[in-house]
């Protein structure tokens, strides 16, 4: 089974210009080579340089999807961050968080960092950003990469 993360975001943005944006800050973080386009992670995914594969789409979520129900807000566009196995994981998550953070910095909207439903590792609400208070989750080299303001809290989803 693959370690995957969801960043849903709830924003005015379709999923090509999210994917643009996405792209953009890869390549200014020299994780993506300039041959990689937006399309691409629209289509089929692209593998960053440390082996994350990365695609962007639209959401239709449905009415009972968690992030509607228990966090108040309706997903439009999704980014996914499936960690690569030959990689190291710890890598690939520092990546992944400096992706989301570039990201977080030119797309408007609430959004929602998350493991499978499991842990929210993120969470923003308007202009206020939260990160969970797990430390093994935001060790201080990776709170660093965040470039927001941030405050720690820990969010859920509803366990069922």
Same mark, same amino acid.
């Given at each position: 089974m693959?370690i995957?993360y969801?960043l849903d975001l709830a924003t005015?943005?379709?999923?090509?210009q999210?994917?643009?944006?996405l792209c953009d800050?890869?390549?200014?973080?020299?994780?993506?080579d300039?041959?990689l386009?937006?399309?691409?992670?629209?289509d089929d995914?692209?593998l960053?340089?440390?082996?994350?594969w990365?695609?962007? %789409?639209?959401?239709?979520p449905?009415p009972w999807?968690p #992030? $509607?129900?228990? /966090?108040?807000?309706? @997903?439009?566009v999704?980014?996914v961050?499936?960690?690569?196995?030959?990689?190291?994981?710890?890598?690939?998550q520092?990546?992944?968080?400096?992706l989301?953070?570039g990201?977080?910095n030119r797309?408007? %909207?609430d959004?929602?960092?998350?493991?499978?439903?499991e #842990? $929210?590792?993120? /969470?923003?609400?308007g @202009?206020?950003?939260?990160l969970n208070?797990r430390?093994?989750?935001?060790p201080?080299?990776?709170?660093a990469?965040?470039?927001q303001?941030?405050?720690?809290?820990t969010h859920?989803f509803?366990?069922?």
């Open positions: 693959s995957s969801n005015e943005l379709t999923a090509s999210v994917a643009r944006e800050v890869a390549r200014s973080a020299g994780l993506f300039d041959s386009t937006p399309r691409l992670l629209l995914g692209a960053t340089t440390k082996g994350t990365v695609r962007v %789409g639209t959401e239709t449905q999807n #992030v $509607i129900e228990d /966090l108040g807000f309706t @997903p439009t999704a980014a961050f499936q960690l690569g196995r030959a990689g190291d994981y710890v890598d690939q520092d990546d992944m968080i400096r989301v953070s990201l977080l797309t408007p %909207g959004a929602v960092l998350h493991f499978q439903f #842990v $929210i590792w993120l /969470l923003r609400r @202009p206020e950003l939260s208070e430390d093994d989750l935001w201080p080299h990776r709170l990469a965040v470039s303001p941030f405050r720690r809290a859920e509803a366990q069922e």
